[in-house]
């Protein structure tokens, strides 16, 4: 049976503490009741961008994973747009790091504003962040990465008493492949290219890759079935005629 | 990602994937599954054999393969022993009836259902080695627009697409050169009618499919698509008996309507896109 007492739990409670959450033993709590709450809230934290408190990029690959199960599943449209803030580095070079974390922890606090309570926000690195949508309509992705890009482009981030900053993000978004199993590693490229080509196109826009139109519509069946009508029409003739009518039809 | 103009190189795989496909690939693909890609491959690959190319056919269709089942071939080595480096090439590497030779999948392949960079990686590592010492390797590939299938279908120079005249097979096959058509940027697909029903209804259906796609897929104006008709095989008793008996129609009965037909494939294709043998 493990005793509270033997534990070295200073370092777990001052992260905690850290991080705004009561890290003590409460009076009605047992001490296995304490010890799941520490474990809860020390994974709660391995999943979070401290600087943003976002997702972190562990929490992002989770989810990522989770989302292509579904969609091998139940054929759901699911988009992932990567987003990277425009010639960030000249914002630190000129206003220092302080100032581009503050511009970093606006723009998170805007992106995570923008979603819906399904979708993830998570910080990917440096000054990229990444969005999982699922239930997404692919009619909607690209006006919806508009909405987000106008609205972060729309921001003024105050860094100091005389001095609001403004930014841009490029963002580049991919569905996933419906009905299939893809990896998180294709889908993420497949992203990121568009991302590449909406920083090569100038910046401060957003590139989806459409996914692969499979539908085929009441229309198109129409036509290609009228060969079939023909058969049924005439199933014992067989002339030349029949065949000369399909095609012209 | 620094925001500098460089391109996302997170898979150092890239750069492998060869933008041309060497030598004459053939990918056997449809948008059903069921409707003779696997008897069409094994046969086809029969004879153009017999009209003397080198042939191999490579059981692309990595988790459902069924190409041993139609040879009848249950070897010990097989493609999956390659991927997992416990056999050479080479090794796995057999002789077909109909006088091919064949590179089967193996039932362990399920896990490679899934493309995953190391899949896509032993994949072009094989195809390199093998296509320089062939006239022609066929790729039997599996159905739909799994991202196996297209990836295979991606290194292939020609793409057989395999259809019937039912309805549910033709809106499928429909479906998959759309796809091939706008990822793959193809512009020329050849269209094989399997159990056509009578002669010429076969060159009809692919006027058809050809009529729907120039109405309703949208291509660049120097990019159209099309569709060559390849040829029709015939409804005919002696494929079912070659099957169920677990023979190559080629060899059991080359002379049956089905068996001329492939051979007129063969022909077809050495017209348009294979070089006579010598």
Known sequence: MIELPDLRLDDASALLAHDGKNSELQRDESPTEYLQRVIDSLCELSLKDPLTGLGNRRHFHAALERQIETVARSGESVLLLMLDIDHFKSINDTHGHLAGDQVLRAIAHCLAGCVRPVDTVARYGGEEFAIILPNCRPLFGLALAERIRRTVAGLSVPVSPLLNLQATISIGGAYAPEWVRSTTELWIERADNQLYRAKSNGRNQACIDQPQELSVSAEEKGLLFSHLAVDNANPFESGPGNVTNRVNA | ?278
């Open chain 2, 1 to 278: 990602m620094n925001d500098v103009l460089t391109p996302p190189t997170q898979n150092p795989d890239a750069a492998q994937v060869p933008l041309k496909p060497l030598g004459k690939v053939l990918a056997v693909t449809s948008g059903k599954g069921g409707v003779g890609k696997t008897f069409v491959s094994a046969n086809l690959a029969a004879a153009l054999a017999k009209r003397g190319h080198k042939v191999l056919v490579l059981d692309a269709d990595l988790g459902l393969a069924n190409l041993d089942v139609v040879l009848n071939l249950y070897p010990k080595i097989t493609l999956h022993d390659v991927f997992t480096g416990k056999a050479r090439l080479d090794e796995a590497i057999l002789p077909a009836p109909g006088g091919f030779s064949v590179l089967l999948a193996g039932s362990g392949m399920v896990e490679y259902s899934r493309l995953t960079s190391e899949v896509r990686n032993e994949f072009l590592r094989v195809m390199n080695s093998l296509v320089p010492n062939y006239d022609v390797v066929i790729l039997d590939t599996g159905a739909g627009i799994s991202d196996v299938v297209l990836f295979a279908v991606s290194l292939a120079s020609e793409v057989l697409m395999v259809a019937t005249p039912e309805p549910t097979s033709l809106t499928d096959a429909y479906a998959t050169i759309k796809v091939l058509v706008g990822q793959q940027q193809r512009q020329i697909i050849r269209v094989i009618i399997n159990q056509a029903t009578r002669p010429g209804s076969g060159a009809a259906i692919t006027n058809q499919l050809q009529q729907v796609l120039d109405r309703f897929v949208v291509t660049g104006l120097n990019q159209p698509i099309r569709l060559v008709h390849l040829g029709d095989i015939p409804v005919d008793p002696e494929v079912r008996q070659a099957i169920m008996r677990r023979q190559l129609m080629m060899q059991a009965t080359p002379g049956c309507p089905a068996g001329m037909a492939l051979t007129q494939l063969a022909r077809n294709l050495e017209d348009s896109v294979i070089p006579r043998a010598a």
